[in-house]
């Protein structure tokens, strides 16, 4: 069974930093796109940052995060982080952990294979 639990999230005032972590179990994550998607209250749910599969081994973020928040990925733990620093009032959102079995990135397009239950992050300002 595949399985993304995420942890990491809570209340932090504007200009704070959170750490969120996400371990894959069932699969193995270096051969997946982990990455990030957010969604707050009353909007769609947006990307914010993916880093691929090991052998292309490439980040992106959108441009709203870019420069705050850095993805990284411990294979051995079979986990993903986001570290975000620099936070906004307009960061606070519900955090979902993806993983696309492809390994690529695939911009624009809907999100393929498995998500975390999401992690609630609040900046208060």
């Known amino acids: 069974q595949v399985r993304l639990l995420e942890s990491g999230g809570g209340v932090v005032q504007a200009g704070g930093s959170l750490t969120l972590s996400c371990e894959l179990s069932?699969?193995?994550?270096?051969?997946?796109?982990m990455g990030w998607f957010r969604q707050a209250s009353g909007k769609e749910r947006e990307f914010v940052a993916v880093i691929t599969s090991v052998t292309k081994s490439n980040i992106y973020y959108s441009e709203s995060v870019k420069g705050r928040f850095t993805i990284s990925r411990d294979n051995a733990k079979n986990t993903v982080f986001l570290q975000m620093n620099n936070l906004k009032s307009e960061d606070t959102a519900v955090y979902y952990c993806?993983?696309?079995?492809?390994?690529?990135?695939?911009?624009?397009?809907?999100?393929?294979?498995?998500w975390g239950q999401g992690t609630q992050d609040t900046v208060s300002s």
């Open positions: 993806h993983a696309d079995p492809r390994g690529g990135f695939y911009p624009g397009s809907t999100p393929r294979g498995y």
């Open positions: 069932g699969r193995s994550a270096s051969s997946h796109t």
